[in-house]
């Protein structure tokens, strides 16, 4: 630590070409109230200045630790290098991304939260998704009303389900309390490339964790054509959510949540075949909607036209049309 002393938290940030975005998020880390922190860089060569910027401030910061990739790795196998280079002592860690900004007393405020509360593994907060520019679109709440937790305590393992309401770059995990829950040799599942740290929370909520929710917003994550939150990935993130709920959790789950782990696994299924049909790929829809058929014990109608509309021998387009026809009409019907 350069003589700042033995680190409390470890701040894991990989970056890969957001060298326009760096300054800011180096700058939110550094600005924390809570001093006692390492921030570690993972670079994956990239063709900005991001080894430049990163430089500048490991001159007047020693908490900066910085490493090089020798080649392009996904961002989900640059974090675990930053893990794997954590502070031995070090008590807690939190990702944040090098494209967003974190408010002064994020740490302060979550680290408050796990001493405060001894059964809690996981503390967290909420967040504003904000533009290119840095203006406020929404709060990450604001995504997820039916799921988001109450503030404080919670073990709110069900709800998870169907929605991660934890903001990965807003979550501070205690390091001990996940070792004794769930300890693996890698942290994150690397196949899982858009969404890792919903398969981790999923799995350390399924070994019996607690979680700690602050409802105020303390990250300002960012939506630009770069970031994995766009509209354009939703079908890769809901491919792997898929896997996740058919594949990793599969032996996973106590007796009681298999139901809920397959009424899940329907739900995106569904949901990869509904955008997969909007997006003119009409035998992939069949296939995501034929499987959430065969699984689903509810008789959705949803799934049955979305799978008629996907078998009709017509264009993708007006296919795609159709179904977005139907979904309009849906919603009227709906408020009605």
């Not at 809570?34 to 908490?63: C, K, W």
């Not at 994020?106 to 904000?130: F, M, N, Q, S, W």
């Not at 599969?250 to 329907?266: D, M, N």
Request: contains cysteine.
């Amino acid at each position: 630590m350069g003589g700042t002393g033995t680190p409390r938290v470890s701040v894991l940030m990989p970056t890969y070409n957001f060298a326009e975005f760096l300054p800011q998020a180096i700058e939110g880390v550094l600005a924390q109230t809570m001093r006692a922190f390492e921030l570690i860089i993972g670079h994956t060569p990239s063709a900005d200045n991001t080894a430049e910027i990163v430089a500048y401030y490991q001159r007047r910061d020693p908490r900066i630790v910085y490493f090089r990739n020798a080649a392009y790795i996904p961002a989900v196998a640059n974090f675990n290098r930053c893990y794997r280079r954590m502070h031995p002592e070090s008590r807690y860690w939190i990702m944040c991304g090098s494209d967003d900004r974190w408010a002064p007393t994020l740490l302060e405020k979550l680290v408050a939260a796990l001493e405060a509360h001894p059964e809690v593994t996981i503390a967290h907060c909420d967040g504003y998704r904000v533009d290119v520019q840095g203006r406020v679109i929404n709060k990450y709440s604001d995504l997820y009303p039916e799921t988001t937790p109450p503030p404080g305590v919670h073990r709110n393992v069900r709800e998870l389900f169907f929605a991660n309401y934890i903001l990965a770059f807003g979550a501070l995990v205690h390091r001990d309390r996940m070792a004794r829950l769930y300890d693996p040799e890698v942290v994150f599942d690397p196949e899982l490339t858009m969404t890792p740290e919903y398969a981790l929370w999923l799995r350390v909520f399924l070994r019996g964790a607690y979680g700690y929710y602050l409802p105020e917003p303390l990250v300002y994550y960012r939506k630009h054509p770069k970031a994995h939150v766009i509209q354009a990935h939703v079908i890769p993130r809901l491919q792997q959510e898929v896997r996740i709920f058919k594949e990793k959790l599969a032996g996973f789950c106590p007796s009681e949540l298999e139901p809920l782990r397959q009424e899940a696994l329907v739900v995106r299924l569904a949901h990869l075949g509904f955008e997969l049909l909007v997006a003119g790929r009409p035998r992939e829809a069949t296939q995501a909607l034929e499987e959430a058929c065969a699984r689903d014990t509810r008789g959705r109608l949803d799934i049955r036209v979305a799978r008629r509309i996907a078998r009709l021998p017509l264009p993708a387009r007006v296919r795609s049309a159709f179904w977005r026809t139907a979904l309009v009409g849906a919603r009227v019907l709906h408020r009605a």
